[in-house]
């Protein structure tokens, strides 16, 4: 592990203070931006049961997800409708695996009209007649196959300098998801060592009476023990009382905290999420139950020669 990716957690926080004190551009300009807000499971049916989920066509489903794309003018100028090129229109489109059942467009304001047409089982186009500076629309995409699917945003229009896309920001974490994760990291890591060899250093130096009357013991010696010690008692204690729940179940049915990813697995996610802003969650699906979820990485777009203003 490289010098960078060890202080990338301090240098995320160091540029969200400088954030706030940078001035803004004064500069008028146009800035679409197109961004995954979230996705959800709408509905699910296991295989072996005898139902289905059917659409306005008809057609069997057996899981329906969703997804949450914003398009939001974070610009100072107003984007309408012939901005966008006829030969580029505003497009998107979802990676393998995955299938566009039905998408709706709904719009901050209430007047402004917009319209989503399917070019394909994977494609949406999007009009819009005006999009004023700090006005949005979020778009739910109705899919099924894999939740996980990437989506890809474009379309040209003009006097717009930066992508339209980035939905990548979707599977980076924020410094505070990483600064939350490395604080219950240490929590964790500390748990042993702050126990035990902080407990030996405590009771050499200054016998049982350290760790309850004596009023010079170090808060350097004191603060992790005492950290480490909470820490395995709430382990101690969750590990009790799950074996008193199985004591109301038969023999090998599993308990919720057996559906979930152990505690080796959840160390490692902290450690993918605090230096290399990996996000991960835990799925909530049927067919999947308590798997973590490792978000696929997707580039964030850069300048090309489909993006130049026009």
Known sequence: MSGIELFSPVAAVGRFFLSLFRPGTRTPQKKLRAQLLMRGIVSEI?????????????????????????????????????????????????????????????PVEDATLCDIAVAGTQKLVVSVDCINPGEYISIPLFIKGDPMATVNVSGRFVGQSEPIDCTADEVKAGWGERFANLFLLCLILNALPGTFIGGWVIYAKYGLTGFYRNQNASPFLMAPFGLGLTILIMFVMARLMDKHARRDIPEGYPLQSDLEPPLLENIKGMFRTVFFAKKQRVSTSLFSWGKQIIIPGKKAKRRTIDDWVV
């Open 46 to 106: 296991p295989e072996f049961l005898p139902f289905y989920i059917c659409d306005e066509i008809g057609a069997r489903h057996k899981g329906l997800y969703v997804i949450g794309l914003l398009l939001w003018n974070k610009g100072s100028i107003a984007i309408t409708s012939t901005d966008f090129l006829p030969a580029s229109p505003l497009t998107i489109e979802l990676g393998a695996g995955a299938e566009i059942i039905s998408a709706l467009a709904v």
